[in-house]
């Protein structure tokens, strides 16, 4: 039998478990453990790789679920959706989707916001370094160069508008974090809009004030100063202070 | 105010806050910043579980068509959906 | 440049120690990089990783080229891998005589090849293409393993050999693997060793295995068994006292514990000819 076949065949059991027994075909059975059983310890060290870096990207979502219904889900996406790439933190964003499909959770669909969070996590933290602007360079343009300027947020940022409060449900589960909302106290009905950005070595969430949150958003549909303006009228000057001097803005474009 | 004078003082306020944050560069904080509403992480917090060349033992789940319910701390969120048992 | 030599015991890199270790300095005799953590180009993880390759010597560890695969080899993989290797300047790289991928999937798990002269000759000509790509010799570690396929007709060490003199590479020793392996498929680990020619062996591993009852399983979770310390003592008084590396992935414990650990495996150097 070709290696190709052979590898074809006891992949497949490692992500479909009905195939078990096709693949124990190719396996020596020795001492007390099957053929079957063999093929078995794959399965489960590759499922149990695969689990442990799912329950690292999703720790709130683990916490909220339980241990159980966690590995369940997880172990079912895996066998649904194997990892098709090397690069392990490719993995793992479809997993939002497939809990957002689950029988069990849709009266509680706000479980999923927190995924959804939680990847955006992820996903800024590995967002490539870039070179900010020097903003000093802002004062030699001309009037009509002023009023064509553009803003760009850092590429890590991630705007999560949430109809329940995502960020608070994910402090409450921080360990040794101060002030942390209680649990019992999180009303799920309140909308929060949360900011996740990576800045160097380390990684922002906070939520956002309404004002704040409209703004960033007009400055990542890359509206122009002049649009601003007239958009923003007087708060304009207030409310790049604030997003300049927390990092939310990250560089500017001319053209 | 008129658009031309919004951005006049627009850019103004963007070259102060610009000169402040270099001022304050943050490169001396704590790796793990803890402060109510504000989380800042470094790689202690963020890298999810990397690569290793490790085995595993896991127990493998059972057919799909037994469906657990989340039984974790989403029980406590007041407000929450009580599951149906 | 040339790479920092490699000398002595050193420890693999986990998330966990980063901070500390960038902190605190400690000596360390080197540091194992675990390739596959860090190879988004100009993320934050390689800029730790480059940072520790400024303090210390470093050699990369990696778990995937599958180099015993049939399906294609990842070029985007293979083009991060090489300009990581350009940033690090690591004494060498290694990955694992294995499969990982077929199919399009990737297991992300180290999976035992069938050993056999067919296998030889395409493992062999894909080791090459690996050193071409990478333009340098590869070190190659041998596996723990959990089933034998019926279609095998060479022993592991057998395989190993061949493959390393007809691909032109070097060895990377798991001396705890040979272990866990040796009980799963009821063999000799002191015959392994000794067949293993002594030219060839580059490094050492060492890790702890969980006991399973029907097996051994090479989970890295806990301090290196008794009999892999002594099974690591005939090791060097065969291969020399060649440089050794304890891994730790699970139940990680403190960097202190980790470096006892490495500590243990020097001690063994002086002990293993007195």
């Keep these: 039998m070709p290696l190709l076949e052979l590898q074809q065949s006891l992949i497949s059991a490692l992500f479909q478990r009905d195939q078990l027994a096709e693949a124990a075909k190719l396996v020596k059975a020795q001492g007390s453990l099957s053929s079957e059983q063999r093929v078995g310890i794959y399965r489960n060290s590759t499922h149990g790789i695969l689990l442990d870096y799912l329950e690292s990207l999703y720790p709130v979502c683990l916490d909220l679920v339980g241990t159980e219904f966690f590995g ?22 479809g997993f939002v989707t497939y809990l957002a499909e689950h029988p069990a959770l849709q009266d509680m669909l706000w479980i999923v916001e927190v995924a959804k ?41 991630h705007l999560i508008s949430s109809s329940t409060p995502i960020h608070s449900i994910w402090l409450a589960h921080q360990e040794e974090y101060p002030d942390k909302p209680r649990l019992e106290e999180i009303d799920l009905q309140e909308a929060q809009q949360v900011l996740i950005f990576r800045e160097q070595r380390r990684l922002h969430q906070t939520t956002l004030s309404a004002d704040d949150w409209a703004f960033l958003n007009t400055l990542q549909q890359q509206a122009t100063m002049s649009e601003l303006a007239e958009q923003f009228a007087e708060q304009l000057p207030w409310l790049f202070s604030v997003a300049m001097q927390e990092g939310w803005i990250y560089s500017f474009t001319t053209d | 105010m008129q658009n031309k004078q919004i951005i006049t003082a627009t850019l103004m306020a963007i070259g102060l806050s610009a000169a402040l944050s270099v001022a304050t560069a943050e490169d001396q904080k704590p790796e793990t910043e803890k402060c109510a509403g504000i989380v800042k992480a470094g790689m202690n917090d963020c890298g999810a579980n990397g690569h290793s060349c490790a085995g595993k033992a896991a127990k493998d789940s059972d057919p799909a068509e037994w469906i657990t319910l989340p039984k974790g701390t989403c029980e406590k969120i007041a407000g929450g959906t009580v599951v149906k048992e | 440049m040339t790479p920092n030599p490699i000398l002595g015991c050193g420890i693999g890199l986990r998330f966990q120690h980063i901070d500390q270790i960038l902190a605190e300095k400690p000596p360390i005799p080197w540091l194992e990089i675990l390739s596959d953590n860090y190879l988004i180009p100009g993320s934050v993880q390689q800029d730790y990783a480059i940072e520790i390759a400024q303090h210390y010597p470093v050699t990369m560890h990696g778990v995937g080229m599958s180099l ?31 499969w990982t991928s077929a199919h399009g999937w990737v297991s992300h798990d180290l999976l035992p090849l069938p050993y056999t002269e067919e296998t030889i000759k395409h493992v062999v000509q894909r080791i090459r293409e690996a050193q071409d790509r990478l333009e340098r010799r590869l070190v190659i570690e041998n596996v723990s393993s959990y089933l034998q396929y019926q279609l095998s007709t060479l022993t592991e060490w057998e395989f190993i050999t061949a493959v390393a ?10 001396v705890n693997n040979i272990y866990v392996s040796a009980f799963n498929h009821d063999f000799d680990p002191c015959r392994y060793l000794d067949s293993i020619s002594i030219e060839h062996v580059q490094q050492f591993h060492l890790a702890g295995y969980e006991d399973k009852g029907t097996h051994l399983l090479d989970t890295h979770g806990h301090p290196v068994s008794d009999p ?24 990680i414990p403190s960097l202190e514990e980790l470096l006892a650990e490495a500590h243990k495996a020097t001690e063994a150097h002086i002990h293993a000819f007195a």
């Design chain 1, 72 to 93: 369940r889900t997880a172990h079912s996406f895996m066998d649904q959706a194997p990892p098709t790439s090397p690069f392990l933190a490719d993995y793992g964003a």
């Design chain 1, 117 to 157: 969070l939680e990847w955006a996590r992820h996903a800024a933290w590995h967002t490539v370094n870039q070179v900010a602007s020097d903003f000093a360079q802002l004062e030699g343009l001309s009037a009509a160069q002023q009023a064509e300027l553009r803003f760009q947020l850092p590429a890590s940022a």
């Design chain 3, 228 to 251: 892999v310390w002594g099974l690591y003592k005939l090791a060097l008084q065969r291969f020399g006292a060649l440089p050794t590396l304890i891994e730790w992935d699970n139940n």
């Design chain 3, 68 to 98: 015993g695969a049939t399906d294609p080899f990842n070029s985007e993989y293979f083009l991060r891998l090489k300009k990581l290797a350009d940033q690090l300047n690591p004494a060498w790289i290694s990955d694992h005589l294995c």
């Design chain 3, 165 to 174: 003199e007809e691909a032109d590479c070097k060895i990377l020793l798991d």
